[in-house]
Every structure is written in C-alpha cells, then in structure tokens.
C-alpha cells in the first residue's frame, strides 16, 4: 500500500550546512530517492521530515589527485561509467556502475545512497572493499574518514549516525593489479538485484600467485571480504593450489541465506564456481 503524502515533508537544502542543520533537527537525507522512493510506494517509509540533498554541489563530481580519486556522494553509476580514471584504475566500480539496474536507475541513482542504504546485496559494495575505499563523513560538528570495511556493522547497520552525511569516496590510486574480476549473477542482465555478486583482484608471476583480494555481496549480512580465501592463495605456486580446497575455505567465510531472490544452496554452490572461474581467468593470463 502507498504512503500518504502530508505525512512527509520534503525540504530542497539550498547548502551543505543547511542540509547538515536539518539533519541534526531530525531530518533524513533523500539523494537519488531510487532505494527510499520504493519504501514509499509500498508505504514503508518512515513518515517525518526529509531533506534533499540532490542539488548539493559539495557532494558531487569525481576528483582526481595523483594518490587518491575523490568521489562525490551523489556521483551517479551513469558518471562513473562516463569516467576515464575509473574505468582505467577501477575496473571493478566501473563494471558494478554498468549492471546496476538500468539506464534509467544509473542516471538518478547515487553511490553515496548505495553505501548507506546498506543492502548486502548491493553492487558497488564488492569492488570499493577490494580497493581499499574510505569514506569521509560529514555532520555540522565533525568531519572524520573511516576505512570503509568498518562501515558496514550489520545487517542494514552502519557507522553512519542520523546527524550524519557520507560526502565522498576515497580511493587510492596506488592500485597495480594484473587482474580485475568482477562478477554480478542476478535472474537478467538489466533491473535484477545480484543473488551473487563478487570483487576480485590479483597480482601473479609465471611461478605464483603474490596476492589476491575478494569481496562477496548477498551471501552475508553485510558484503564481506574473503581474507582466509585470500590467504589460501597467496604467495602459493599454481601446483599448490587446490581449487577444492580453496572453495572449502571460502565456505566457512560466508553464510548465505534462503530468500526471495535465491537459496543458500545456489548462492554457495555459485560462489564456488566463481572463485574457481577467477583463478581460471589467472592461470590463462599467466599462460599467454
Ligand atoms: C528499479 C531499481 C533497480 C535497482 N537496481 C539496483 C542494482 O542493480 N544494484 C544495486 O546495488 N542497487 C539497485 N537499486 C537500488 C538503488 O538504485 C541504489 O542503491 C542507489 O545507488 C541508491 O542511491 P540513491 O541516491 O537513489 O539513494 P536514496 O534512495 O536517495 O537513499 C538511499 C538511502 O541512503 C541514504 N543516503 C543517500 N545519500 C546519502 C549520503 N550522501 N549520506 C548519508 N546517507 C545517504 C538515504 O537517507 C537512504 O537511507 C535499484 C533500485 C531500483 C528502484
């Protein structure tokens, strides 16, 4: 059932103080509105006092520096995927931006919204673990960064308090990975929200495997970073590495669930294959 509108109240901040002052008064922030304007049309989103923050200059467009690309909050998945650097650097942000829901969604929605809106399945999610992305926090009183794999607490728990904005996404450029890997499995290709969604990068030699880093959504309460997984393969020769044995570490890193979109079975037995079809991917690169 649809909401009722005079019980909300929208107000256009005009600033970024004026949004954070409507904040600490108890308003909440509305970006893109593509994840809040859904609970609306289904009439669960809590009524009260909103504060748009979609006109705010301060949190849009993509900075680049020599160590750091500097995110905005309302940078659109359409202007990632319009950006040089992060297609070039980022490959996995630039994929997650381009099968995110469909033309409509990439131009409206946001990455900060993605971030706070904490779904585990969301798709930015995976990739900015991978690359070591922090986020700088705004409120009237404070401005802080914190790592984004602190982020996420729990299931739609976050670090983030009411008062409080993501301003932008920091990421380091120091990034030299031979291999980007970047999965999203969902019922289509367009407007489908992942079942599995995985982030993967690699570094290799002819003799081994230097190091990997792999962040899986929707098979966690929160995305989750595979770090045992990881460690399996790092600094292993390729003769070492047993894909089974592999598949049953990163097993006991995730815990997928039975819902809507999937089951737990097909969610594991996928990723598993996915992992497998990641050092596939290293070992054909290393044989070329
Ligand atoms: C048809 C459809 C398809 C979709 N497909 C996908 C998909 O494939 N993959 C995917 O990951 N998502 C998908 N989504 C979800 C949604 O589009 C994304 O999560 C989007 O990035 C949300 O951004 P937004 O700016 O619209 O957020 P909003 O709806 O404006 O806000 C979402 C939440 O974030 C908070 N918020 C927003 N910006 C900030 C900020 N800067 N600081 C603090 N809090 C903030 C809001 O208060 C709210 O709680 C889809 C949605 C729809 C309707």
Redesign the pocket.
């Known amino acids: 059932m649809r909401a009722y509108l005079p019980k909300y109240n929208l107000t256009s901040a005009t600033s970024l103080d004026h949004a954070l002052q409507l904040l600490d008064n108890g308003n909440?922030?509305?970006?893109?509105?593509?994840?809040?304007?859904?609970l609306f049309d289904t009439g669960n989103l809590p009524e009260g006092n909103y504060v748009s923050?979609h006109s705010l200059n301060e949190?849009k467009g993509i900075c680049i520096s020599d160590e750091y690309v500097k995110i905005g909050?309302?940078t659109t998945?359409s202007e990632l995927r319009q950006n040089e650097v992060i297609r070039d650097e980022f490959p996995c942000i630039y994929e997650a931006a381009k099968?995110?829901?469909?033309i409509a969604?990439q131009n409206?929605?946001?990455?900060?919204?993605?971030i706070?809106?904490a779904?585990p399945?969301?798709?930015?999610p995976p990739a900015l673990l991978v690359y070591n992305a922090s986020l700088k926090i705004i409120s009237s009183t404070d401005e802080k960064n914190i790592e984004y794999k602190n982020f996420h607490k729990d299931y739609k728990q976050t670090q983030?308090a009411a008062n409080?904005?993501?301003?932008e996404i920091i990421l380091p450029r120091q990034n030299k990975h031979k291999l980007h890997y970047y999965r999203?499995v969902?019922t289509r290709k367009a407007?489908?929200?992942?079942k599995i969604c995985i982030a993967a990068l690699a570094n290799f030699t002819k003799e081994k495997i230097e190091n990997v880093k792999i962040s899986v959504a929707s098979v966690a309460p929160t995305v989750v970073r595979c770090t045992k997984t990881e460690d399996y393969f790092c600094g292993k020769q390729y003769s070492q590495i047993d894909i089974h044995e592999a598949q049953q570490v990163l097993q006991t890193e995730i815990s997928a669930i039975d819902d809507i979109r999937s089951t737990k079975n097909y969610r594991v037995r996928v990723t598993c294959n996915l992992i497998q079809e990641f050092f596939d991917l290293i070992t054909e690169e290393n044989n070329e």
């Open positions: 909440r922030p509305i970006a893109g509105g593509t994840d809040l304007m859904v923050i949190l909050a309302l998945y099968v995110t829901g469909g969604i409206r929605g946001t990455i900060g919204g993605n706070a809106n779904s399945a969301a798709d930015t983030l409080e904005l993501i301003k999203k969902g407007q489908a929200i992942s």
